[in-house]
């Protein structure tokens, strides 16, 4: 018997496939395939981190400048009822006494004023503005022909706004505006 002879042809085949499969699992391209995976889940990982910690230094700053909103919202009523308080006092008493505890009572309220304004809690001023449901509660509609329809007249209670949140709503009267005056019809034929 005969050994085969090597066919010239086969050898050439096989040494081309064996330069493929090299190329496709060659440790370079393999390794450089492996790396651009793991810089993009790097460059993933670090840009999701950066994210958290910028969230979370969002929820710190806020949770500072907001912290005090249920404080301040009931504060609020109370510096609603010392006002109210002082406004029923009589401004022209001959009594110096009751002067002197007037004067007291407008020098607390100063500084109550100033406190709120040092947490950023500011008073809205509605009147002569339009309506904006953003900031107001219209509580009821006033005849009023010299204000364009929707202008509030009457602030019933105060707006807080602390930074730039709502604390709390305005309590307005706004004006109805200039009544349409109805068609006559004519109805002879």
């Known amino acids: 018997m005969t050994e085969p002879q090597a066919n ?21 391209t393999g390794s450089l395939a492996e790396i651009a995976s793991l810089k993009d889940q790097v460059l993933r990982a670090l840009a999701e981190a950066e994210n958290t910690r910028r969230r979370a230094q969002k929820e710190r700053d806020d949770t500072a400048k907001y912290a005090v909103a249920n404080f301040a919202k009931e504060m609020l009523n109370v510096s609603d009822n ?19 505890l007037i004067t007291g009572l407008e ?3 100063r500084q109550m004023q100033a406190t709120l304004d040092r947490f950023g ?14 900031f107001h509660r219209v509580m009821m509609e006033v005849d009023d022909e010299d204000q364009p329809a929707g202008t509030v007249v009457q602030v019933l209670q105060a ?7 709502l604390l709390r709503e305005a309590l307005v009267a706004v004006a109805k505006g200039k009544q ?5 019809v004519d109805t002879s034929a």
């Open 8 to 28: 010239p042809q086969d050898e050439e085949v096989s040494e081309a496939d064996a330069t493929e499969t090299e190329k496709t699992t060659s440790p370079e």
């Open 82 to 100: 010392f006002n109210r308080a002082l406004d029923a006092m009589p401004q022209d008493t001959k009594d110096p006494a009751l002067k002197n």
């Open 107 to 109: 020098a607390t309220g």
């Open 121 to 134: 809690i500011k008073k809205l001023e509605p009147l002569g503005q339009p309506f904006d449901p953003n």
């Open 159 to 165: 707006g807080y706004v602390i930074h730039d949140r």
């Open 180 to 184: 349409a005056t109805p068609h006559q």
